[in-house]
């Protein structure tokens, strides 16, 4: 079953949904509700993608053209033209007159489900779709709110959000062109914006597509359109892969002692020594036939962003290939956006694509706790479940490394049995001292070539001790240091550009005014 199929099995589920609640629903305001709202969200991105014309077909069983898409959201894209409250969600806020009745919110739940999956099609749901999902969404709850459903919360899609893919829309000139006749702009990429806060939706649009009655379900669209248009398949969020450097001079002590030279850490250096010894240890035992205990490679990282987290599982990795516990030892960093696809049963798909690249690796999952946010997040639990079942069928080919804030993770691994048996060993990175993030800007200035006068380490030392002691949850820890190091360097820029002759002295030197106007620019 293809994407198109899965979500046209959703649809239905909903209008089953809505059916059993109202006998008489009229199937055919459902879906041009469905529709208006559709593409609505669609228009907000101001391109076009094969997909949406393909996936109108498949909904309604009749032929959709990209010509009639580009129209249509050329109409749904006019903000002066608002979503009404539809007769079907009229009708259920009408029967759930309890105020203990979840009946409205369970409807809003699976519209924003459905919304959410239709966005996704083509492989984004970019910050713009989700603006004009939360106008929809908000108008339709502040009809219920107005009609005695006071305890509404707007359903959580937020985290579903992509970076725009462009690969998935339609790049050709020629077709652009035509396009432009039905619509006023169609700028090749759009500006990222902030979500503003939702606002209501709620007069009338009238949004209308012509359809051939008599296609089929699922039909392609006009050949030569599909042959003017630069279509590619659409690509998911890709995770980061590093692999070890093969055929280097990387040994074992050469991958400890870089961890050792690394800045603070040192509980987790001592954690991560003992580790590799008791591997060793083990091996040993192995080797002479003697009784083995059972081992877990599986780590859980804690701590605030910016403590290295990241940094020393890669090195873990690498440590596990160089001791014979991983055949490959690559790092394959991902996150919830990587792993938890739009709709049910596609998730365990594209989580399973990232365990295979992590496959003889280590899966490095930061903000883990994200996959279990809540008892209704079914595409989180789903995500879990895959690499549980990949942990257990792979016990010698897959190590899975989870991080996070240390309150989060604790709840995270508390959450499912599953997670507890397997996540036994925690790695605390404690934040960064003052003392410890000049050690850390002083290592950036060597690496690029600078000198941090000793006036301006000492000015700086003590802005870093206070940020320590002032610090709350949204501390950089190690990224305060390299912002403050990107911020001189512009500051020493300005400083000596105007000079008429420049030493090598000036290009190199950090001076006290420069970090004043670091520190100056930046939030203390």
Known sequence: MDKFENLKTEYDS???????????????????????ATLKIWAANLLY???????????????????????????????????????????????????????????????????????????????????????????LMNYAMANGKKDLVLPEYRSYITELNEGSYLQNDELVKEANQSRKTIPAKTER????????????????????????????MDKTMEENADIQTPQAEEPVVTHP?????????????????????????????????????????????????TISYHLVFTGNPGTGKTTVARLVAKLYYHMGILPQGQLVETDRSALVAGYLGQTAIKTQKVIQQAMGGVLF???????????????????????????????????????????????????????????SKYFEYPDYTGEELLAIFQRFCDKNGYHLVQDAATLLETEFRRMYECRNEHFGNARTARNLFEKSINAQADRIAVLSDISDADLQNITIDDIKAAIGGGNK
């Open 14 to 36: 909903f209008c089953t949904f809505l059916k059993e609640h109202d006998p008489e629903i009229n199937p055919e305001e459902v879906m041009n509700y469905y529709f208006a």
């Open 49 to 139: 993608s094969t997909d949406y014309a393909n996936l109108l077909s498949v909904i309604s069983g009749k032929i959709c053209t990209i010509e009639q898409v580009v129209t249509a959201l050329g109409c749904c894209g006019d903000e002066e033209r608002k979503l009404m409250v539809p007769d079907f969600f009229v009708k259920i806020v009408e029967q759930d007159g309890s105020a203990n009745s979840s009946l409205t919110s369970e409807t809003l739940d699976k519209l924003t489900s459905l919304l959410a999956a239709s966005a996704l099609i083509n492989g984004d749901f970019t910050i713009e779709e989700a603006n004009a999902m939360t106008g929809i969404l908000n108008g």
């Open 193 to 220: 914006e902030e979500m503003p806060p939702p606002a209501g939706d709620s007069s009338p649009v009238n949004i209308t597509i012509n359809l051939n009655a008599d296609a089929q379900p699922g039909a392609p």
């Open 245 to 293: 450097r093969k055929n280097s001079d990387e040994t074992m002590e050469s991958l400890l002692a870089e961890l050792d030279s690394l800045v603070g850490l040192e509980n987790v250096k001592k954690d991560v020594h003992s580790l590799m010894n008791f591997i060793k240890v083990t091996r040993i035992r192995e080797q002479r036939g003697m009784k083995v205990p």
């Open 365 to 423: 999952i930061d903000e883990a706790y994200s996959l279990a946010g809540d008892e209704q997040d079914s595409y989180g639990k789903e995500a879990i479940e895959t690499i549980l079942k990949a942990m257990e069928d792979h016990r010698d080919e897959l190590v899975v490394i989870v991080a996070g804030y240390t309150e989060l993770m604790h709840k995270f691994i508390d959450s499912n049995p599953g997670l507890s048996s397997r996540f």
